[in-house]
């Protein structure tokens, strides 16, 4: 009788919800992180930590469950007693990129895993293409190919980074109190070889993006081994040449390391030479431990140089005094470099918890001559000035991971991390400059110290369909500045505070269909020498954020993507590195629609667009005189990809951006663009011949543009009309590499 009661109390436990536990891997038994585990019985899911453990609640006896990631075939078993009784591993296999291996999960992110296909079936063929990858937002160069991109994100004029947080590999690329602008984000020392995913989201929502985190956020994720080593040589139009090197030196279960290294020359479209020069080198180093440790070591080394011919009044084109590619002044350019040296570790601790650091040193030159207003302030030299720092850069952060504790019904996860960044910036000047070689007047000079600590604790309660999200920063900032144009000593210092919530919310109704609501608040930092003329007063200004959207897979095959959001920024003031002045900008709103269209048509066709309208405007102008220069207003990308056709790949692109306001009034307009790029791509045995086309179709259309005032020699009155920099014309490129 006792063994019947045993038999039947057995086979009721089998029969009820239980936890199913394990570890997924790859064929080799590494770990694989954020595999999607999906319940196709109750609609419960989860996702592997960085360790490749997961825990999934609810599951009985013959439950389906599915085993996606991207890049992997997806595994689908029902449950038997045995997985019940102890944890389970599991291998997926690697296979082409498809969008049917896309789940849609619970994740802030989310969109970031679906446009992870496109980055997959169309890799990145040269770092301006980089930020191109994410879903609205737009770059232009203005200066030569060496400086920043321009971006354009939600309806922000970013310049080169004030609202968007851009790092590599948790590595801030962004920089604070730089000689030409807050936030300016050079991203040239990433060779586009070696990204392995770019990690993006859009809005304030995410506790562990900080300062410059208002209209989104943009992560890069290096390879931490390369499948194979290769060499490839690229040349084309404009004495254009690229060499890069990909080479793999070993791979086994516990260690990895490569390195690459890419040269890249180029003259330019303009009539001026650019002489551009471009060096890059990476070193990585991984080593893993399955049961305990995963540690990276990453060390880089860029350098830049280059002559440029800046933006270019309208007027001078139109009257025939120069061409489009022509210039005003010839002996604008720079150089720049910046040498890197960064430490990830990853421990796996007890209860299935991990502790992630991040830690990072930097040293960052920079130098640039422009000229934007020609004879306005000086009709004798003119206005050429020269901007320039000396920078290092160092900051740490941490962060514990508990997920998978049980709390009713559901679960409940949970990361606290803590961290800091210093700048201390040498000798940050603006001068006003003749030919390069004579310092005509200093308008600015000094030293930075900048100091900023966090914390923060990103929490999730998952119960049923939907996840809740409430999270929390807290950033302190410690602001020096050392004035060396006085005639006494002049260090002045302030400190501020920022307190950030987010609170976000999830619904899936399926694992193929979501719906959210975002809510958060960010903030951007400004420059110390802001900071200290403004007595530390509005110096934080917060950016009040709500998206309200769904994503939804209809088919395995197609994903669809809407949002309708929000985005409100205090009042601030802006040091403006070109003139060395500080300038309010004032309380602005910006409202927008966000749609997207992913279709895996066959197993080598994929099509992919999206479309964003943004309504951006200030709030304390009167109607009519409230626009914000340059805010895009209609931007769409898209394009289709073919991959492993009988050996062929490529791509055919396009990018549109509408016409927009480039002054407070709109009686001056920067005119749009649309603009067709192509590659095609051929594979046979180890080698590979590609063609890079960019503006396929020869179109006229400019880059940059800006609504500025300015004299030319001789001229009897400043003209404020439009200066632009031409955007590339038809560029031809090919490209062999060899893998071996």
């Not at 679960?411 to 001068?431: C, H, I, W």
């Not at 209609?634 to 073919?642: I, N, P």
């Amino acid at each position: 009788m006792k063994y019947h009661i045993i038999v039947f109390l057995l086979v009721c436990a089998q029969l009820s919800a239980q936890n199913l536990t394990g570890t997924v891997t790859n064929e080799a038994g590494k770990p694989l992180e954020n595999v999607n585990i999906y319940n196709h019985t109750s609609g419960k899911h989860t996702h592997t930590n960085a360790k490749g453990v997961f825990n999934l609640p609810g599951v009985k006896l013959r439950d389906s469950i599915a085993f996606s990631r991207l890049g992997f075939s997806t595994l689908t078993r029902s449950v038997d007693a045995s997985w019940l009784n102890a944890p389970i591993q599991i291998a997926l296999i690697e296979s082409s990129t498809s969008l049917d291996q896309v789940v849609l999960t619970s994740e802030v992110n989310s969109l970031s895993q679906v446009v992870a296909v496109d980055l997959r079936l169309n890799p990145v063929k040269s770092s301006q293409e980089i930020l191109r990858k994410v879903p609205g937002l737009f770059i232009g160069q203005h200066a030569g190919g060496g400086k920043a991109e321009q971006i354009f994100l939600r309806g922000f004029d970013v310049d080169h980074g004030t609202d968007v947080a851009i790092s590599v590999d948790g590595m801030p690329v962004n920089m604070v109190s730089h000689a030409h602008g807050q936030g300016y984000a050079d991203l040239h020392f990433v060779i586009p070889e070696t990204i392995e995913n770019i990690d993006f989201g859009k809005g304030a929502y995410y506790a562990d993006k900080g300062n410059f985190n208002t209209a989104g956020y943009v992560d890069l994720r290096l390879k931490e081994s390369l499948d194979a080593s290769s060499i490839s040589l690229e040349a084309g139009q404009f004495n254009t040449s690229r060499l890069t090197g990909m080479f793999n030196l070993t791979d086994d279960d516990r260690h990895s390391a490569y390195v690459a290294s890419e040269m890249y020359l180029t003259d330019g479209p303009f009539d001026s030479p650019q002489n551009f020069n471009r060096f890059n080198v990476l070193g990585r180093y991984t080593y893993t431990n399955l049961n305990a440790d995963k540690i990276t070591l990453t060390a880089s080394h860029f350098q830049s140089k280059w002559d440029a011919s800046g933006q270019i009044p309208q007027r001078t084109v139109d009257q025939g005094l120069i061409g489009r590619f022509g210039a005003i002044d010839y002996t604008e350019g720079g150089q720049t470099s910046r040498t890197n040296l960064s430490l990830q570790h990853l421990k796996n601790l007890e209860h299935d918890a991990v502790l992630k650091t991040n830690a990072y040193v930097s040293h960052y030159d920079f130098e640039l001559y422009s000229n934007f207003t020609f004879f306005l302030e000086d009709p004798v030299n003119g206005d050429q000035i020269k901007q320039q720092e000396d920078r290092f850069l160092a900051g740490l952060q941490s962060v514990y991971s508990r997920h998978y504790l049980p709390l009713g019904e559901g679960t409940f996860n949970y990361d606290a991390g803590v961290g800091f960044r210093y700048d201390n910036v040498d000798e940050v000047s603006l001068s006003r400059t003749l030919n390069r070689q004579t310092i005509l007047e200093r308008l600015a000079l000094g030293d930075v110290d900048e100091l900023n600590a966090f914390g923060f604790i990103n929490t999730e309660f998952k119960t049923g369909k939907f996840s809740f999200k409430p999270a929390v920063r807290l950033d302190y900032f410690k602001f020096d500045y050392y004035n060396k144009l006085t005639e006494t000593y002049d260090n002045q210092s302030e400190s501020k505070v920022a307190f950030s919530p987010k609170f976000n919310t999830i619904f899936s109704a399926s694992k193929n269909w979501q719906l959210f609501l975002k809510t958060g608040i960010g903030f951007h930092s400004n420059d110390s020498r802001v900071v200290v003329a403004n007595n530390g007063e509005e110096i934080l200004p917060a950016a009040y954020n709500l998206d309200l959207g769904t994503l939804v897979k209809p088919i395995d095959r197609l994903a669809l993507n809407a949002t309708l959001w929000t985005l409100f920024l205090d009042q601030e003031f802006v040091y403006v590195g070109d003139a060395g002045i500080v300038e309010p900008s004032g309380k602005t709103r910006r409202m927008g629609l966000e749609v997207g269209a992913r279709y895996q048509v066959l197993d080598w066709l994929y099509l992919y667009s999206d479309a964003n309208y943004t309504y951006a405007r200030s709030t304390e102008e009167p109607e009519g005189q409230d626009y914000i220069p340059l805010a895009p207003k209609f931007t769409s990308a898209g394009g289709l990809s073919v991959d492993n056709l009988s050996g062929f790949s490529g791509s055919l692109g396009y990018r549109w951006l509408g016409d927009r306001a480039a002054n407070e009034d709109n009686s001056i307009v920067a005119e749009g663009y649309f603009v067709t790029d192509f590659n095609l791509n051929y594979s046979i045995k180890n080698w590979t011949l590609g063609i890079i086309v960019e503006n396929l179709f020869d179109v006229d259309w400019n880059e940059t543009q800006f609504a500025t005032e300015s004299r030319l020699f001789n001229e009897p009155a400043p003209v404020e009309e439009i200066h632009f920099t031409p955007g590339t014309p038809f560029y031809l490129r090919g490209k062999l590499t060899y893998t071996f």
